[in-house]
Antibody, heavy 119, light 107 residues
């Protein structure tokens, strides 16, 4: 089955760190650009970061630049998001999403993992 | 950064209605626009890409149009399953940006 499964979310104090993972299955993970998108409680969607298939191209939203690192391990079919210096405004559901082959649109999403930053 | 503005933010409609949602970009994005549907507690679902191309498996009552800076998502004959929040997203350039969303509610 083609799917993405996120893990690693939880409750963390401001200034803390968290590493999110996204396990891919059912497709050739190494062929696709992968992405993280988040959604704060009651708010809209916000793109966070993208990484190309070979990790040659990496992009970040300004809101997370310098605090968050995206990476992938194609041998393990896994995508990661290392989150440091977390702030209350980083509280959100974090989704991983796979690009299509026709452009930067996302036909495949995980179920999301909740990150809560609170003291 | 390209700002995406959706209107209306909320739309009340009945089953069988035709509804339209507008998305405006702060600068030209050619046809690099997608539409997503999201239901509470669920991940978004891709409906339309490249402004007017229907994603596989999406019912034909959904359609997209526009280019440049103005785009429209239309839903013909609204079905009970269509009550959800809809987002546009530009993928012309990074940072990728979404519109603020349009919630389609039951009238």
């Amino acid at each position: 089955e083609v799917q993405l499964v996120e893990s690693g979310g939880g409750l963390v104090k401001p200034g803390g760190s968290l590493r999110l993972s996204c396990a891919a299955s059912g497709f050739t993970f190494s062929s696709y650009t992968m992405n993280w998108v988040r959604q704060a409680p009651g708010k809209g969607l916000e793109w966070v970061s993208s990484i190309s298939s070979s990790s040659n191209y990496i992009y970040y939203a300004d809101s997370v630049k310098g605090r968050i690192t995206i990476s992938r391990d194609n041998a393990k079919n896994s995508l990661y998001l290392q989150m440091n210096s977390l702030r209350a405004e980083d509280t959100a559901v974090y989704y991983c999403a796979r690009d299509s082959l026709t452009g930067t649109t996302w036909p495949l999403w995980g179920q999301g993992t909740q990150v809560t930053v609170s003291s | 950064d390209i700002q995406m503005t959706q209107s209306p933010s909320t739309l009340s409609a009945s089953v069988g209605d035709r509804v339209t949602i507008t998305c405006r970009a702060s600068q030209s994005i050619s046809s690099w626009l997608a539409w997503y549907q999201q239901k509470p507690g669920k991940a978004p679902k891709l409906l339309i890409y490249r402004a007017s191309s229907l994603e596989s498996g999406v019912p034909s009552r959904f359609s997209g149009s526009g280019s440049g800076t103005e785009f429209t998502l239309a839903i013909n004959s609204l079905q009970p399953d269509d009550f959800a929040t809809y987002y546009c997203q530009q993928y012309n350039s990074y940072p990728l940006t979404f519109g603020g969303g349009t919630k389609v509610e039951i009238k």
